[in-house]
């Protein structure tokens, strides 16, 4: 699945979407501590 996020990344909007992906994944390391 996250593969998948990281593929429609690149294809799309590579540096905005780039932003999102880490924020999201920021968002579930914090959850997750």
């Known amino acids: ?3 998948g996020a990281v ?3 690149l ?3 590579p540096t905005k979407g ?3 992906f ?3 994944m ?3 390391l914090s959850d997750l501590s």
Do not use: A
Request: hydrophobic share 40%; charged share 15%.
């Open 1 to 3: 699945q996250i593969i």
């Open 7 to 9: 593929t429609h990344v």
């Open 11 to 13: 294809v799309n909007e």
């Open 18 to 20: 780039y932003g999102i």
């Open 22 to 24: 880490i924020e999201n």
């Open 26 to 28: 920021l968002k579930c």
